[in-house]
Structures are given as structure tokens and as C-alpha cells.
């Protein structure tokens, strides 16, 4: 049963990493993840990977000025081994960016490596990859 009760406590953390990045609730995306996590945004183009705190706030200022995001998290693959477990998920991101009238649409994977804490299941370790991107804006000029 505990196998069970475990599988849907990590799927839940995965719901509530959608709802703080799409309500823009950064303190609720620090509970998402450990104080010592490894984040790493690849394919984000402008913040490789950094620590909990560090991508927070990456996200903060990232996103604080789009109108609208939605993270749909699917495919959650989880391979538990005691208090550790590695997810596997698919994502699918709608969403409407400053300077494009229409709306933009990625996909990816995300990989967690999570553990139980005392206050539930955390992500001690996260990989976004964007695989595909739609109706990107195009970049601002640098001077």
C-alpha cells in the first residue's frame, strides 16, 4: 500500500510545480524542492542550472512578465527504491509571451530525482528539456 500511497504523493509534488509556475507562486515552488536541489534548465537558453534559491528567483524574473503559462505534466513514469525515487514525466506549456499576439507552445521531459523528507516528497534533483518549440517570439536584440 505504502508503494501506492508514495506514487501519487510524487505525482501530486509534480501538480504542484505546474500550479507555482503558472500562478507565479514562488514560495510554493521552494517546497517543491529540496534547500540543496540541482536544477538544470538546459534548453532554457539563458540559465543553465543553479541551486534552488538561484532558479527561483531565475524564474521570478522570467516569468513575472508573461500573462499566461500552463504547464500540463503527463506520461509520470516513477521508479521507486525506498525513500528515493527517479521520475520521468512529459510536459506540454501553452502560453501567451510578452510581444506575441498569438499563443506559444513547448513540450519536453522532465527528470526528477526525489526523496522523502520529513515534509514529503521533494525534488533533490530536476532536468528540464524542451524538445519542441511553436510560435516562438523572436529574441530581443543585444546591443
Known amino acids: 500500500m505504502q508503494h501506492v500511497i508514495d506514487r501519487l504523493e510524487i505525482q501530486e509534488l509534480l501538480a504542484r510545480y505546474a500550479r507555482a509556475v503558472d500562478?507565479?507562486?514562488?514560495?510554493?515552488?521552494?517546497?517543491?524542492?529540496?534547500?540543496?536541489?540541482?536544477?538544470?534548465?538546459?534548453?532554457?537558453?539563458?540559465?543553465?542550472?543553479?541551486?534552488?534559491?538561484?532558479?527561483?528567483?531565475?524564474w521570478a524574473a522570467s516569468l513575472d512578465?508573461?500573462?499566461?503559462?500552463?504547464?500540463?505534466?503527463?506520461?509520470?513514469?516513477?521508479?521507486?527504491?525506498?525513500?528515493?525515487?527517479?521520475?520521468?514525466?512529459?510536459?506540454?506549456?501553452?502560453?501567451r509571451l510578452p510581444g506575441n499576439d498569438e499563443l506559444s507552445y513547448?513540450?519536453?521531459?522532465?527528470?526528477?530525482?526525489?526523496?522523502?523528507?520529513v515534509d514529503g516528497w521533494k525534488s533533490a534533483k530536476m532536468v528540464d528539456t524542451i524538445v519542441w518549440f511553436a510560435n516562438r517570439p523572436p529574441a530581443p536584440a543585444r546591443n
Request: net charge negative.
Open 106 to 117: 513547448c513540450g519536453g521531459h522532465y527528470y526528477h530525482e526525489v526523496v522523502r523528507t
Open 23 to 58: 500562478t507565479k507562486d514562488w514560495e510554493l515552488l521552494r517546497t517543491v524542492f529540496t534547500p540543496d536541489a540541482d536544477i538544470d534548465l538546459p534548453t532554457s537558453g539563458e540559465k543553465p542550472a543553479g541551486s534552488r534559491d538561484d532558479l527561483v528567483a531565475w
Open 65 to 95: 512578465h508573461v500573462p499566461m503559462t500552463q504547464h500540463l505534466i503527463t506520461n509520470v513514469e516513477i521508479d521507486l527504491d525506498g525513500d528515493r525515487a527517479t521520475v520521468r514525466a512529459l510536459f506540454f506549456n501553452p502560453m
